[in-house]
T-cell receptor, first 111, second 118 residues
Framework: TQLLEQSPQFLSIQEGENLTVYCNSS?????LQWYRQEPGEGPVLLVT?????EVKKLKRLTFQFGDARKDSSLHITAAQPGDTGLYLC???????????FGGGTRLMVKP | EPEVTQTPSHQVTQMGQEVILRCVPI?????FYWYRQILGQKVEFLVS????????KSEIFDDQFSVERPDGSNFTLKIRSTKLEDSAMYFC????????????????FGPGTRLTVT
């Protein structure tokens, strides 16, 4: 059974601060997805990383896949209140496989 | 932009009743999935479906659950005799099977159906 541990579970920061969310596992994943989920809605895909050491940027969000493909991080620069939400990482062993989700990081950015 | 749709958005049923949750995946996608999320818990995989058959299922997906693709657009999840512990958000997802490496892994989720079993 693959497990993905996310940290921190909760994060409350002021607008303009930087933050990093971590997603760790003892298993090797072929891909790692990051999603954002609003209350009562489905997860919305932000990015997919597939190569060890890969870095992808989406505006103020930077995603990194660990060299060994066991961990990933999401870094937000100059957080804004609109970044408030639940961030989920999810990994797949193979393309056709199920996604294993982390427990999520609930981010609140205060103005 | 194409999206996965699900109906109904909220279903209330009595214990022991059958429910069918409906999904319309993105039109050119080939792989289909059901996940569920009990309130306050992780998103959990239920089943994957490709080429008109189940390709993988979790321990949660027991004999009370079944999936079907009755036509070229719909993908359904049936729970034959609902239990209180089936109360959860149920998410449908689809994946294109694109030849591009990264995009091949991307699963797109619908808005979910909230199932409440009383």
């Amino acid at each position: 059974t693959q497990l993905l541990e996310q940290s921190p579970q909760f994060l409350s920061i002021q607008e303009g601060e930087n933050l990093t969310v971590y997603c760790n596992s003892s298993s090797v994943f072929s891909s790692l997805q990051w999603y954002r989920q609003e209350p009562g809605e489905g997860p919305v895909l932000l990015v997919t990383v597939v190569t060890g050491g890969e870095v992808k940027k989406l505006k103020r969000l930077t995603f990194q896949f660990g060299d060994a493909r066991k961990d990933s991080s999401l870094h937000i620069t100059a957080a804004q209140p609109g970044d408030t939400g639940l961030y989920l990482c999810a990994g797949a062993i193979n393309a056709g496989n199920m996604l294993t989700f982390g427990g999520g990081t609930r981010l609140m950015v205060k103005p | 932009e194409p999206e996965v749709t699900q109906t109904p958005s909220h279903q209330v049923t009595q214990m022991g009743q059958e429910v069918i949750l409906r999904c319309v995946p993105i039109s050119n996608h080939l792989y289909f999935y059901w996940y569920r999320q009990i309130l306050g818990q992780k998103v959990e995989f239920l089943v994957s479906f490709y080429n008109n058959e189940i390709s993988e299922k979790s321990e949660i997906f027991d004999d009370q659950f079944s999936v079907e693709r009755p036509d070229g657009s719909n993908f359904t999840l049936k729970i034959r005799s609902t239990k209180l512990e089936d109360s959860a958000m149920y998410f449908c997802a689809s994946r294109p099977g694109h030849p591009s490496l990264a995009e091949n892994y991307e699963q797109y989720f619908g808005p979910g159906t909230r199932l409440t079993v009383t």
